[in-house]
């Protein structure tokens, strides 16, 4: 048995019903934190609600609640506001990714928040590049959303903008070295041994790379930038598979060949649209790497383990991770097209291991994955090595 009840078996990873339950974050457990960042009295910015499902991100309050700690190698939280509000420039040292599900956010970036500017609207993702500074405020309706993943388990906390650190001093905010958030007015102390954060040298400000508009678009995949394979995987061809997959940042766990993705430097993380038919999905298959579905339209069942199987029902932006080695398939249960974001962990290809049946039925079907892990005709793949 490990740590969570559940065995590990040459099957795989077996799922209990707890483990299931637990791993799965519903849109009603989201919960959000107005206090967790240094800016969070400065007018215009002061009616932000801060999410972490995944991971702490990189919150500044010790009273974020956090649905899921477990390590994936990447972080899982969101930003919420009104419409005018603010968050300031920031900067961060692992990948800061943003998925619009709702709105439109006006992104700038730069020392000053001049260097270029971008809009997001729902169904967007952009990924900014780490060692910039960058900020966003909404200019769509109230209830506008973004999700966020963060590179890494770690991710080193962040460096505010100048201006945004004088100015909660202000309003009694200081951030320590350890990136804590000392409130002053709430009776909080600035210890003499205290070592707190400082503005950012004019000189280290210089040094740092600019990007252009052109350059950032580049990083941003748009529902016209993406690119849906009709046959990403073994299964494709066979009933209850059918699942296409938009490669949005590496290369995840396409098996086409000829697929490539939007963004390609590394992240810690890779991400992929995936949409299905009613009925339609992926059949059972296992991997090596942490995995999160988070649905954006739709309703999705995902059967988890081969044998006991336990059954988990998602709707818009709920949420599962995956243990990694479990068996999983999923399934488009919903009346319409569905889709969901698919977040592994790593920055190489995710191999996939599809079920025994999966293999015979396709086989019978003429494919099979090569050697190098993609789909190839089964004729001329050979027998004592392929599948």
């Known amino acids: ?6 065995t590990v078996t040459s099957d795989g990873h077996t799922v209990t019903e707890a483990e299931a339950a637990r791993r799965t974050i519903r849109r009603s457990d989201f919960v959000s934190c107005n206090q967790a960042f240094i800016d969070c009295r400065t007018p215009g910015s002061d009616r932000k609600e801060n999410y972490a499902m995944i991971g702490p991100g990189v919150t500044q309050s010790a009273d974020q609640v956090v649905n899921l700690r477990e390590p994936h190698g990447y972080n899982i939280g969101a930003a919420a506001m009104p419409n005018g509000i603010t968050n300031n420039l920031h900067l961060h040292f692992t990948a800061e990714v943003f998925y619009c599900f709702r709105g439109e956010f006006l992104l700038r970036w730069g020392a000053d928040g001049q260097d270029g500017e971008l809009v997001l609207r729902e169904g967007d993702i952009a990924s900014m590049p780490t060692w910039i500074f960058r900020g966003f405020t909404n200019i769509g309706p109230d ?28 309003h009694g905010l200081y951030l320590t070295a350890e990136n804590q958030l000392v409130d002053t007015l709430a009776g909080d102390e600035v210890g003499e041994d205290t070592e707190l954060v400082r503005p950012m040298p004019p000189e280290q400000i210089a040094r740092l790379r600019s990007y252009t508009a052109d ?27 059918g699942a296409q997959l938009a490669l949005v940042i590496g290369y995840g766990m396409t098996e086409d060949l000829h697929q490539e993705p939007r963004v390609y ?9 995936l949409r299905a038919e009613p009925g339609e999905g992926m059949l059972p298959h296992r991997h090596a790497e942490t995995q999160v579905l988070l649905v954006k339209d739709g309703e999705w069942e995902v059967t988890l383990n081969l044998h006991d199987e336990v059954t988990v029902r998602l709707g818009p932006w709920d949420m599962l991770s995956v243990p990694r080695g479990a068996w999983r398939a999923l399934r488009n249960t919903g009346d319409d097209t569905a889709t969901m974001l698919v977040i592994n962990g790593g920055d190489g290809r995710v191999r996939l291991e599809w079920d025994d049946e999966v293999v015979k039925a396709a086989a019978d079907a003429g494919v099979a994955t090569d050697h190098n892990g993609y789909v190839a005709p089964y004729a001329l793949v050979p027998r004592a090595l392929g599948r």
């Open 1 to 6: 048995m490990n740590e969570e009840g559940s």
């Open 143 to 170: 209830d506008g959303w973004l999700f966020t993943t963060l590179g890494h388990d770690d991710t080193g906390g962040i460096i505010w903008g100048p201006s945004v650190l004088r100015e909660a001093e202000g």
């Open 215 to 241: 350059e950032m678009r580049r990083r941003v995949a748009t529902s016209t930038d993406l690119e849906f394979s009709p046959a990403p995987f073994l299964d494709s061809a066979l009933p209850g598979g």
């Open 265 to 273: 430097n590394p992240h810690g993380h890779n991400v992929a649209w």
